[in-house]
């Protein structure tokens, strides 16, 4: 079975789900899950875990990602984008300063709406399978942030540009509100994730590419787990330790050597005497042991 993290570049027409059931495919195994939704008509990057590697899903979604969008002035849909049913249609009175001023103002945090067509949960029912019904329900704001806000070109009633922000981000939502605040109100009409925590677009594969790769044998593309991690301290355990890293116990820090045993109180990532990723585990103090905080192998079950 593969573990690690693949780059993948999730084109136009494919929901986030059918990237993983092809991956299935592709690898014939079922351990495989995505870092965070895109909609069918957005691309871009989508990391795409495999294996032990499934249990950092949640760790990529709650990264900063970045995104090229196009926010289309003058018209206001019920999905907040271009494929949605248009509800309005606007003249845009606003100049050229007046919108960048606008998208702009938004840098920052502030409190975003949740749209009804989204993948969030609201009483364990998704926004979007009850917005298919005809139901809305009420939402909570809440805060997100946008770091940084680029505008890369303006032809009115057109506006692109790049927008790095916190997780939980809508970027329909933020072209609709900033719609709102000209007035005029506004769509997201394309959108492209440049970026997801550290996984970039110039090295993203399509799903072709990773067929063709694998078809040859060749899998250096699968990005290992432990380079999620690599800014804390490497351990190793020694044999001796083989057991108890198997049973999910502590490690007597007499068993385990540290490259920086002061930031192993935080974290470090632990290793066996044959370089194989163990997980990460945190020292309970100076000289005492190491206790384990999320496993991704046990060095009893290792194929070679």
Same mark, same amino acid.
């Given at each position: 079975?593969?573990?690690?993290?693949?780059?993948?570049?999730?084109?136009?027409?494919?929901?986030?789900?059918?990237?993983?059931?092809?991956?299935?495919?592709?690898?014939?195994?079922?351990?495989?899950?995505?870092?965070?939704?895109?909609?069918?008509?957005?691309?871009?990057?989508?990391?795409?875990?495999l294996?032990?590697?499934?249990?950092?899903?949640?760790?990529l979604?709650?990264?900063d990602?970045?995104?090229?969008?196009v926010?289309?002035?003058?018209v206001?849909t019920d999905?907040?984008?271009?494929?949605?049913?248009?509800?309005?249609?606007?003249?845009?009175?606003?100049?050229?300063? =007046?919108?960048r001023?606008? !998208?702009? #103002?938004?840098?920052?945090?502030?409190m975003?709406?949740?749209?009804?067509y989204? %993948? +969030? $949960?609201?009483?364990?029912?998704?926004?979007?399978?009850?917005?298919?019904?005809?139901?809305s329900?009420?939402?909570?704001?809440?805060a997100?942030?946008i770091?940084?806000i680029?505008?890369?070109?303006?032809?009115?009633?057109?506006?692109?540009?790049?927008v790095?922000?916190?997780?939980?981000t809508?970027?329909?939502?933020?072209?609709?509100?900033?719609?709102?605040?000209?007035?005029?109100?506004?769509?997201?009409?394309?959108?492209?994730?440049?970026?997801?925590?550290?996984?970039?677009?110039?090295?993203?594969?399509?799903?072709?590419?990773?067929?063709?790769?694998?078809?040859?044998?060749?899998? =250096?593309?699968?990005?290992? !787990?432990? #380079?999620?991690?690599?800014?804390?301290?490497?351990?190793?355990a020694?044999?001796? %330790? +083989? $057991?108890?890293?198997?049973?999910?116990?502590?490690?007597?820090?007499?068993?385990v050597?540290?490259?920086?045993?002061?930031?192993?109180?935080?974290?470090t990532?632990?290793?066996?005497?044959?370089?194989?990723?163990?997980g990460l585990?945190?020292?309970?103090?100076p000289g005492?042991d190491?206790?384990?905080?999320?496993l991704?192998?046990?060095?009893?079950?290792?194929?070679?």
């Amino acid at each position: 079975m593969a573990d690690g993290i693949i780059n993948v570049y999730k084109e136009k027409g494919f929901t986030s789900f059918d990237v993983v059931a092809k991956l299935r495919g592709i690898f014939r195994q079922k351990k495989i899950g995505h870092t965070g939704t895109l909609d069918p008509d957005a691309e871009g990057v989508l990391p795409v875990c495999l294996g032990s590697a499934t249990k950092v899903c949640g760790l990529l979604t709650d990264r900063d990602k970045e995104y090229e969008a196009v926010l289309l002035l003058g018209v206001v849909t019920d999905t907040q984008d271009i494929s949605g049913e248009v509800l309005a249609e606007k003249d845009v009175t606003a100049d050229e300063e =007046a919108v960048r001023s606008a !998208v702009c #103002s938004f840098a920052g945090s502030y409190m975003q709406l949740p749209p009804m067509y989204s %993948a +969030k $949960k609201v009483g364990g029912k998704k926004l979007c399978d009850l917005a298919r019904q005809g139901i809305s329900v009420e939402r909570t704001p809440r805060a997100v942030e946008i770091h940084e806000i680029e505008i890369c070109s303006v032809s009115l009633p057109r506006v692109r540009c790049r927008v790095s922000c916190s997780k939980g981000t809508y970027i329909r939502t933020l072209c609709q509100d900033i719609g709102e605040k000209l007035g005029c109100g506004g769509c997201m009409e394309q959108l492209t994730r440049t970026r997801a925590a550290d996984f970039l677009i110039s090295d993203a594969l399509k799903l072709s590419e990773i067929e063709a790769y694998v078809s040859k044998g060749q899998t =250096a593309f699968i990005r290992p !787990v432990d #380079s999620l991690f690599l800014m804390h301290p490497k351990a190793v355990a020694g044999h001796e %330790a +083989k $057991k108890l890293i198997e049973n999910g116990n502590r490690i007597p820090g007499k068993l385990v050597q540290c490259e920086d045993e002061e930031k192993a109180c935080t974290c470090t990532r632990l290793y066996d005497r044959e370089s194989r990723f163990i997980g990460l585990y945190v020292l309970t103090q100076p000289g005492g042991d190491y206790k384990p905080v999320k496993l991704f192998r046990q060095c009893g079950r290792q194929k070679r």
